[in-house]
């Protein structure tokens, strides 16, 4: 049974940053791509980040430049560095790995920013 476990959430000002990680139960090198979602209050879960087996990342228009996601093989650790920090980004965040036709999710992590 595959796991991922999401850490690093908080509590911060506009304008700082959080670094969230997860830890996944296996070698990330067997999932074709590792994402980042996050859910806000009423609102839909929204996809924020990818990473693909290649390395190559991408963003959602809102968090570029401001957010990096990375991997360590080695810790089987995702993380999501998040910089400049606005209310908006205020949610809970999730791990998502995919591989093949099947997906596995983190319970997630809540990030706060005040104004």
């Known amino acids: 049974q595959v796991q991922l476990v999401e850490s690093g959430g908080g509590s911060v000002q506009a304008g700082g940053s959080l670094r969230l990680s997860c830890v996944v139960s296996?070698?990330?090198?067997?999932?074709?791509?590792m994402s980042w979602y996050r859910q806000a209050p009423g609102k839909q879960r929204e996809w924020v980040a990818q990473?693909?087996?290649?390395?190559?990342?991408n963003y959602v228009d809102s968090v570029k430049g401001r957010f990096t996601v990375s991997t360590d093989g080695a810790k089987r650790t995702v993380n999501l560095q998040m910089n400049s920090l606005k209310p908006e980004d205020t949610a809970v965040y999730y791990c998502?790995?995919?591989?093949?036709?099947?997906?596995?999710w983190g319970q997630g992590t809540q990030v706060t920013v005040s104004s």
């Open positions: 990473i693909t087996r290649g390395r190559t990342p």
């Open positions: 998502l790995g995919r591989r093949g036709g099947s997906s596995y």
């Open positions: 296996e070698s990330i090198l067997t999932f074709d791509a």
